[in-house]
């Protein structure tokens, strides 16, 4: 019979020289971890400095079917954290960082990063080429689209692209085909509600979205105000020719693009944009939109939105978004983020130069002639 294996406990020396080796590991790796963690590495390779600091960036992305460069470097994609990208141990200075993929636009953004900070962005990418789902006002018995009296599918899509079946023919003749239901709720939209091929600098249409001042100090005098559109705690202004987003919210609670580290003239310009520089300088000065300070760092109040210097006919929110605008431009539709560091990254999602769109519930749709849409926004990978 086999005897069971007898488990003697350590002798008091041995309990002694375990505890104490123990210790000794604890004492020599946690100033390595702290080390570590305060964003302090060994960099046996710079002759200069072997001891450097870092930082990091956190990146969020509206898919993660996309690649991820950092100074063209690919960055392996997250396994964490589901719609962002966290890169760190990054030296602290420069850094460019690339989100693309073939079928979408891409989005570059160069970054300051700076010791023991994690420095934010959002990046967002847009069908490279103008994605609609065709809303014809008759359908096959299976459902796909039909475009009566049309010869070629290219006069309905123009500049657009769709994934979905589509047929057109010369015939008028509606028998066979179904009507579809949702063409006649489209076209209700439109009307009243829809936009129209006037600069929004010049026109005054819609008397619920304007303002009327007819008081001053030196008599009566009738004053247009552009019209305000507001999300959260960001207000979309027209100014002076101009369109801004303007911080209305509690100090505190204020976005991070609209915030820079503070530093000296030169070095803003370098480290965000001239612009960027020359807008703290001018909030610097005023006794009426002054900086906003948060900690160590310095916030303006309100961000120049860039319209590519073209004319605007409608602006809005982005659908479910208040970091990104939405811009009818005399040449088409477009995206823009309200993030200014460095740049804005402005992206085409409609190309045309006479179309109406209505927003409804958080769907964007355009009428470009007889014709309507609805624009796809985000493509889906097989």
Known sequence: MLE?????????????????????????SFPVMVFYTAGYRLDLGNEEQTIVTTGGIYITTDTLDVEVYLDDEQVERPRLFRSAYYIQNIAAGQHRVVVQRPDLATWVKELPVDSHMVIEAAAFTMPAI??????????????????????????????????????TTTSKKTTGYVLNEEYDFVKSLFGSTSTTSRSVFKTISDEERFRFSTTTATGTQEI??????????IE??????????VWKGATQSIPYYFCI????????????????????????????TPLIAV??????????LDRLRKDVYFYDFFPNSSDLVLLQLSDGLYVTEIDDRAWQNVQQIYEGTDFQLVIENNVIYVQDGPYYFEVITRLETN
Do not use: W
């Open 224 to 233: 247009i105000m552009e019209p305000k559109v507001a999300r959260g705690n």
């Open 295 to 304: 900690g160590s760092r310095l916030c303006r109040p309100e961000i120049k």
């Open 236 to 245: 979309l202004e027209v100014r002076q020719q101009e369109l801004y987003a």
């Open 130 to 167: 103008s994605h609609v789902r065709p809303i014809p006002q008759y359908v096959t018995a299976t459902g796909t689209a039909v475009y009566l009296g049309v010869a070629d599918k290219k006069e309905v899509l123009r500049e657009a692209t769709t994934t979905l079946p589509m047929q």
């Open 261 to 288: 580290s503070h530093t000296d003239a030169t070095s803003t310009a370098l480290r965000y944009g001239q612009h960027v520089a020359d807008a703290i300088e001018q909030f610097s000065q005023s006794t009426t």
């Open 4 to 28: 069971k294996p007898q488990i003697e406990s350590l002798s008091t020396a041995h309990r002694k020289r375990l505890f104490l080796l123990l210790a000794a590991v604890f004492l020599i």
